[in-house]
């Protein structure tokens, strides 16, 4: 079962995928669209990987936050995932002035 604690925590490692996060922290969104574009089967893969990659190297709590991600992924339907990623590109960054 997936809770909303396990939805947020989705949502916000998928942003740092789905955006340029220096740009997003100066207020700009720039939109890494090659991982935008991908399928959830596409993304689970590459998220896999990077979790294989970190876990040989520390572990630390964005290791915690992409297991959860990686288990949320697994269980949503590819239109649930769709639905999140609208949701997460929907996002605005704020700038700092």
Do not use: C, H, R
Request: proline share 1%.
């Amino acid at each position: 079962m997936i809770t909303e604690e396990m939805m947020m925590t989705t949502e916000m490692l998928l942003m740092s995928y789905y955006f340029d996060m220096s740009e997003w922290l100066k207020g700009i969104k720039t939109v890494n669209v090659d991982i935008l574009q991908k399928t959830k089967d596409d993304l689970l893969d590459m998220l896999k990987t990077d979790f294989e990659e970190m876990s040989v190297k520390d572990n630390n709590e964005y290791l915690d936050d992409l297991s959860v991600s990686i288990a949320t992924l697994e269980e949503l339907s590819e239109d649930a995932y769709q639905k999140i990623k609208t949701e997460v590109f929907s996002w605005e960054p704020t700038s700092k002035k």
